[in-house]
């Protein structure tokens, strides 16, 4: 949708601040049904949820394609934002039940690697589709596409490591060890709903994953139409030059998760592992985003944008992780919760963006994104405890 904003906003003579609000109705779509989706998740398993969260994934994308109307694009992606809603937090569900508490960092961060991945290599593989068939092709392909991996994913996919033929006692001890009780009655669990939202230290995880995902967002919708409107770049040189901060974004995945977990693992101190690289993420990045914003330079601004993105998706391991931890058996509905809050900030990205960008202000956005990524830091040095379940009274390990 962000790639093909232009095209999109042409057909249907859209103004930028109508463009806003279809790129945020997707956001509060997804906002809403984090949590609903995060709990079905935790009750009936990720397998099953998945499964069907993709089916109607690819039916709503292919709506889009299909839209004649302002109206029915707004209804469509309104419609992918419900769908879409549960992929991370029902994931997370699953990799907690797949991976110790030393590897959460690291698979969290390959998990969202591919999903920039997937936003890094869309300017490339998209740009030359758009071109030669049309914007609404791009959609119909990403449609076909979803219903491919609900097959892959139903003949791979176990929710319970010991169901799957190739797993080994060994290895189940290695992920059962210290979460036992992630393994057992996991069927149906009552949720306690009471003391998650009663919770400060859920409070400050939302507050904080809410920081990271306004500034990430402006990656996921006004940055082509920022590079093409106000740097000045054809479709085809945003297809080379626009993946750049993505790849580097799709490093900071790795690097910050890797990072996190070998520090838990020779620390064993899960708090400082996870605070000493999200804090600091999160201040590098507010730092790269203000001359990423002030430069006359295309290069330079992309250099800098590059770096930002680098450091901010440092925090994606952490911020994944806590919520595995100290969700316990409701992991599901812990990150859901937390995504949730990110998605409802992120809602206001492109309403701030697109209405300050229709007023040509370019720069007053990125200052505003720095300042909250700032306050990101904050927020996980002096109030985040990676260390306190949200779910128990007691310290959760």
């Not at 994931?91 to 969290?108: C, K, V």
């Not at 001359?291 to 925090?315: G, I």
Request: net charge positive; proline share 5%; hydrophobic share 50%.
């Amino acid at each position: 949708m962000a790639i093909v904003a232009p095209e999109i906003s042409e057909e249907f003579d859209l103004d930028l601040a109508q463009m806003g609000l279809i790129l945020s109705v997707f956001t509060w779509g997804y906002a809403i049904a984090q949590i609903p989706v995060g709990y079905l998740g935790d009750r009936f398993g990720p397998r099953k949820v998945l499964s069907i969260l993709m089916a109607l994934v690819s039916i709503s994308v292919s709506l889009t394609g299909a839209a004649i109307n302002y109206a029915m694009l707004f209804v469509s992606r309104l419609f992918l934002g419900l769908s879409e809603a549960g992929a991370f937090p029902v994931a997370s569900r699953g990799m907690q039940m797949w991976f110790h508490r030393s590897e959460r960092g690291r698979i969290q961060g390959y998990t969202h690697f591919f999903s920039r991945f997937a936003v890094a290599t869309t300017p490339l593989a998209a740009a030359p589709i758009v071109y030669f068939f049309g914007w609404r092709s791009v959609f119909f392909l990403a449609g076909f596409i979803g219903l491919l991996w609900i097959i892959i994913f139903l003949l791979s996919y176990r929710n319970n490591p010991k169901d799957h033929p190739k797993v080994n006692e060994a290895e189940l001890a290695i992920i059962k060890k210290d979460s036992e009780d992630i393994h057992s009655n996991q069927e149906r669990p009552k949720v306690p709903w009471r003391i998650i939202l009663r919770s400060k230290n859920m409070l400050y995880i939302c507050l904080g994953y809410g920081c990271f995902f306004f500034g990430t967002n402006f990656y996921l919708t006004w940055y082509p139409t920022y590079l093409r409107e106000y740097r000045g770049l054809s479709l085809l040189e945003l297809g080379i030059l626009g993946s750049l901060p993505l790849l580097a974004g799709m490093a900071g995945d790795v690097v910050g998760g890797t990072l996190t977990d070998r520090i838990l693992k020779k620390t064993g101190r899960p708090s400082y592992a996870r605070k000493v690289v999200a804090a600091p993420g999160f201040a590098l990045a507010a730092f790269f985003v203000i001359p990423a914003a002030m430069t006359d330079s295309v290069l330079l601004s992309m250099a800098c944008l590059a770096l930002s993105f680098f450091f901010l998706e440092f925090v994606i391991g952490p911020a994944w992780a806590v919520p595995m931890d100290v969700g316990g058996i409701y992991s599901g509905t812990v990150t859901g919760i937390m995504n949730m809050a990110g998605a409802f900030s992120a809602s206001l990205t492109p309403i701030i963006y697109g209405y300050l960008f229709a007023r040509d202000m370019w720069v007053a956005p990125f200052m505003i994104s720095a300042g909250v990524l700032f306050l990101g830091s904050l927020i996980w040095i002096f109030l985040i405890d990676p260390e306190q379940s949200v779910v128990k009274e007691k310290k959760y390990a």
